[in-house]
């Protein structure tokens, strides 16, 4: 983290000789300050993953103009997925609980140091329990129940709710409903969820009882993009946390909160700091 | 953590033969059922330690009886230090705080969930900072401003508010002063402290830069004993985390408040389930 | 680890109230001195497990009639499985291994460091690979090809050898072959296996490839019993280590190595000192 | 790690706009392929870093070539400390031990299985406990003894040997001899040990019985450059591992041994690969 505003620049393109020459050409050409970069070439796919901060008062023009003269100069060319950020303008996280409270404290926390430098425009829950809570923050909270006769239509209003709000990031903070497919493919890539089991181990429900049951020594938690396939989207972090004998699922409960928030936390982080680069189902992240 | 209500047994005593027998025959002696049981024999001193959960409604007799005749029959004999402690009676926990939320909010979060089942009857800041978050939570709030001037003075408020409250347990939660020997010895066992390094290393004042000087490659967070002499209680619980040479000062700020929550909040449940038994400047902890 | 000879008691029985007054007053009622002692309740299933050091010297009589009078007095009325052993019998580990030396060399250097207070009557290999080696350290070396038209006679031969050898524990030292089922069955609760994933993800064959293709962040190694079903055995001990983006399969091969040498060795020290007591197909392990 | 063979190019200089552009461009305009790369600008002394691989069968020219263009139209301008290493020219490690297998186990062991792909002229040792192991693996085994009256010329026979053999790194494998000062400066940044404890703390002898005097909760091993100030040189890579009350100073000591060889291999391994730029007391390590 860098107190000067700057850009980031996230992008990925064909392997080839040069790239890097390209694009730090480019920014170099232009007097750019580069505060931070990170390279990586995926040898079995010839796919070039890059990010890069560069400092904004380094460079003579302003954000749009960045962007248009990078496109025709070194995106295009170079076939580049790509975008270009602006560390002055907060990224709008849209977070969703049902009635467990760590994770929601937890990026609160955060959010309230300043150490997750975000807008929460709103909470959304299938339950009031968090009305008091989220609204003595000064953050608007919504009340979606989600039964089995509504889902259809509770799902379009998250949506709206997150359109209206202009979301960036839809943050599932232990939100206990599966989303509809409709949703998650609006919002590919902007969804992410935290499951409380080390993946693809233990996918579904209750992932702490069948730890029990097939009676590992480790349980862990694993944060990742949302996808229409349950459980089963692109891994953006995970860790786990040593149990024995002694404890019961509910104690494994217990201590799984502790790195579900850990691992959402540092997963949303990397997500919002556009660190983390989609490639097929994998992610590659530049910590 | 058991659903019935239960005594807790911690004792500790010079080591013989017949120890466990002594102990376990004179419950067994009176019908009680043990559902979880420690015990350690330190080689070099030759003191021995034990814990014991009873479940209450297998003894045919309340509390106070419980203590008598363990007093007579067992503990005397074994020249015992020893104390039991009934599930049903809430522990009361007096929370410190001063400008940095991330332990607080984890606290907080923590009892609401009733993960720790204790009572927090006042917060104590020197700072006002979080008067309304701490009220909305239906928590009294005292704020006693702390100076070069009135530190005698302060401390002393602090601790007729600790008394008044019937407190049992102290937690620093990030609390940014020193309190005083006076203090100190009079609540001794009963103050838990975060250090925001793995003690002994980085005692004292901005542990993260005194890392950051020494180029470690781990940071850590310490939570012991608040004893007369700074930084150098026994401890209770330790952990770590990976940094490397591309994180600032301020970057371990950030990623240290991550194992500070998670350490004081083990550390402090231990403490709370009779789990700890300080021996010298060291502490047994029974997991 | 005590430098005194001692005895290891190991024992489950269904639970009920006065176990540990009945196991320990039998102890101490004959003198003995309980070094070290664990006990484990399983709610779920009400049955109870305890493991117990006992200095010899403090017993009045010799291992057999300590045994005969264990039986009598406490084990069967107590409807116990139980087994005692002596420290001064050590204990006689097969290896098996193939082509990879890690394991290898990181058993018989903690071998040679008595680190581990074993036998190796012999290392039984389906490769010529490793005899010099083994050989060089003074340990018998036998060549046992497995191919697809002999699998029944190698097996066969492998337990000749194992029995011949009086062998306690075979472990599968990154052995490359699926041992028959009738092995599985003839040596079951002696054979340890180490499983280069942390199960149940990726069992069977690349699971370091079946990683790299999932995406996951942390790799893992499991050292479990061997049953008859493929790396679903009753698990002794975990562990994972972090990974990222840029790590190959064959990074992950060689990264992964350094945990299945270290949970292998874990988990066989855990078998070896009687602390692993299997419960379905679960273990408890007192550490 | 990469099949093709690759240079790899580690420099160091003061900060400034268009760094990545010079070397990059450099690079791209002989039709260099970049495989890896690395950068970091350290805010606080303006210093920059970088490490490169680059594919050797890309370049037009041979080694000797690419440093004389490089130093004169890269590095001199900029002011760089640098050095290009070419990938088919093994390193030559000269290992030192004394009485403790498990660092020369596992370094043989990775030696052997070409995950340190390095030569290993010869051994050194201040006792002839493994000569035999040592030769039995081919590799010269020389006895230099230590003592009180014969240090000066022990040393000045242990620099002779290292010259000798054209060593390029002397790693004390758990070697339990303080080195000379002479020796230090005369190999400064050549020369990688193995301390077991997590430093800064518990420097100098018997560093697990002062973790055990303190009670830390973790033990741990760092791996750092040899310095003629004891246990202060720059940290290369640290870990620890969890230890309780129940573990004495020898089961500390075994606990050690795993994470001493882990960290020790780790760092080398860094070293090898020119991962590891010193800076000041503090070291970057490109991983």
């Given amino acids: 983290m860098h107190s000067d505003r700057f850009y980031t620049l996230s992008a990925s393109c064909p392997d080839q000789v ?34 890069l901060e560069i400092k904004a008062s380094s460079l003579p023009f302003l954000l749009a103009e960045f962007r248009e003269l990078f496109r025709s100069e070194v995106a295009e060319p170079l076939s580049m997925t790509w975008q270009i950020n602006d560390s002055a303008v907060k990224k709008r996280v849209v977070v969703l609980v049902s009635k467990q409270e760590h994770c929601l404290y937890d990026l609160l926390a955060r959010w309230q140091a300043k150490e997750l430098d975000i807008e929460i425009p709103c909470v959304i829950s299938n339950h009031d329990t968090f009305r008091g809570f989220v609204e003595w923050h000064g953050i608007p909270f919504h009340h979606v129940p989600v039964n089995a006769d509504n ?13 209206d709000v202009r979301g960036d990031t839809m943050v599932l903070a232990r939100y206990m409903q599966i989303l509809s497919p409709d949703l998650c493919e609006a919002l590919a890539g902007k969804i992410i969820n935290i499951h409380h089991s080390f993946l693809p181990s233990f996918a579904g429900a209750k992932p702490y009882h069948q730890a029990y049951t097939r009676g590992v020594k480790l349980i862990g938690a694993t944060c990742h993009y949302v996808t229409s396939e ?7 972090e995970q860790d786990v946390i040593r149990i024995d004998h002694s404890d019961s699922p509910e104690d494994m409960v217990r201590y799984g909160k502790d790195i579900e928030k850990t691992v959402l936390a540092r997963g949303l982080r990397y997500h919002l700091e556009d660190r983390v680069l989609v490639h097929g189902n994998k992610t590659v992240v530049f910590r």
Same sequence: chains 1, 2, 3, 4.
């Fill in 18 to 51: 040069g790239i890097i020459a390209r694009v730090s050409g480019f920014i170099a050409g232009h007097g750019g300050w580069i505060l931070e970069s990170s390279f990586h070439s995926d040898a079995l796919t010839s796919r070039y993953f890059m990010r």
């Fill in 230 to 236: 349950l459980d089963a989207g692109p891994i953006i």
């Fill in 151 to 163: 889902k259809k239509g509770a799902y379009a209003e998250m949506q709206r709710i997150f359109d």
